[in-house]
């Protein structure tokens, strides 16, 4: 089953965000690991929320599996490519492998949850 990883990132200074290498060297390792990228939300609308996340930009991988996800997350490599936004983004990171819910489970779910 496919996982995803969500990541919110806040970049203050873009151009030293390239400079640093991070765009380059972690979308090549997110796809060693198997990734594709299904969002990557420059542009996006804060409609809610603190006001410190305004000008934030979602970005979703789809991994495999959880296992594929989480293998590139916690990698010795990506902690070290992790370093380089350092001092210049904001971010708040999620792994799933449930990003929805089936009709039936909305259902029970409304039911339980009137």
Known sequence: MPAYVVLIIKIDNFD???KSGY???SI???KKYGATYRMFGEGAQLVEG???WKGARPVILEFPDEKAARGFW???EYQEIIKLRDGFTKAISFITDK???TDEEE???L????
Request: aromatic residues 8%; without cysteine; negative net charge.
């Open 74 to 76: 916690m990698s010795d």
């Open 23 to 25: 765009p380059r060297r």
């Open 28 to 30: 090549a390792l997110a």
């Open 50 to 52: 603190d006001e410190t």
């Open 111 to 114: 039911k339980a949850h009137p």
């Open 107 to 109: 259902e029970a779910y």
């Open 99 to 101: 990003p929805w819910m």
């Open 16 to 18: 030293t965000l390239v």
